[in-house]
């Protein structure tokens, strides 16, 4: 389905993939006010890596995902993609939001399709390959349903099939599972999982969860402070797949909780 990406570059060593190098941003409001949203950061991550960002309400995360997707400027520094300048959106980075984003006057399988529109692929190639994500999803029996007929975990489902379906080197997902019940985001962290065992795919996300960062994460930043910054690095090497209510992961969270309230204080 995906290429096999190789997450080490043969002597054993970590194959870095997106660089940020000293990278502010500074927003001119509509109101003649000047909002520092991000101090300078820089922080490398590795192909294959799933790094979680964490911290308090307007410290700069969803600001760095902008940053990293393209769809805003940095003010000071630059952000490389496998050596590559980051200077407008592209497909090599996708991004899903808190809201699923789904085309509601498309059907299931239509939205997934859609996410590989701009792939020089035949209409049959192109909805085979949606089924084929549909089904790691497990979701093959809903593609002609109609979003509004989905419950919010199904939407989200969609919405990362449609994420993945076009192979990006780099998934951004900014707090996508904040108004799910918790048995349906128990079921979205294993199968968040399963398709990063899968897919190797580098994944940045964005959550205010310190149990869903020590669940899914590698690695977790947490940022603070206004203009943020990164402020605290946790790595964090369970077995994978990791349970939610294990208590090594559990330990890991509270470790977070309290360098949180420290970093509050
Ligand atoms: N387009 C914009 N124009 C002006 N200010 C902005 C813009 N986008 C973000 N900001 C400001 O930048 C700061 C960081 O915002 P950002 O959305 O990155 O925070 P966040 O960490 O994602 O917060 P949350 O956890 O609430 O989603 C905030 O002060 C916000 O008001
Ligand atoms: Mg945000």
Request: proline share 5%.
């Amino acid at each position: 389905m995906t290429s096999d990406t190789p997450q080490s570059n043969g002597n054993g060593m970590a194959e870095v993939t997106l660089v940020v190098d000293g990278v502010s941003k500074t927003f001119e409001t509509n109101m003649q006010k000047t909002v520092a949203a991000l101090a300078p950061v820089s922080m490398q991550i590795n192909k294959g890596e799933f790094v979680v960002f964490v911290g308090p309400s307007g410290c700069g995360k969803s600001t760095m995902l902008n940053l990293i997707a393209g769809f805003t400027q940095p003010t000071t520094g630059k952000i490389l993609l496998d050596g590559k300048e980051v200077t407008k959106p592209g497909r090599d980075r996708l991004m899903m939001f808190q809201e699923h984003g789904l085309f509601p006057w498309l059907n299931v399988i239509d939205n997934v399709c859609y996410g590989l529109k701009r792939k020089l692929l035949h209409p049959r190639a192109r909805r085979e390959k949606a089924r084929s994500y549909l089904r790691l999803m497990h979701l093959e029996e809903y593609e002609k349903a109609n979003i509004h007929e989905l419950s919010g975990g199904m939407k989200q489902r969609v919405a990362l099939a449609r994420a993945l379906a076009p192979d990006p080197r780099l998934l951004l997902i900014d707090e996508p599972f904040s108004a799910l019940d918790t048995v349906v985001r128990l079921e979205l962290y294993a199968e968040l999982q399963r398709i990063h065992q899968e897919t190797h795919k580098t994944i940045i996300f964005v959550t205010h969860e310190m149990q869903e960062a020590a669940c899914l994460g590698d690695r977790v930043m947490m940022f603070s402070g206004s203009p943020g910054a990164v402020v605290h690095e946790l790595k964090i090497d369970l077995p994978r797949p990791r349970n939610f209510t294990d208590p090594q992961v559990q330990a890991h969270a509270q470790d977070l909780i309290s360098r949180l309230q420290e970093n509050r204080s």
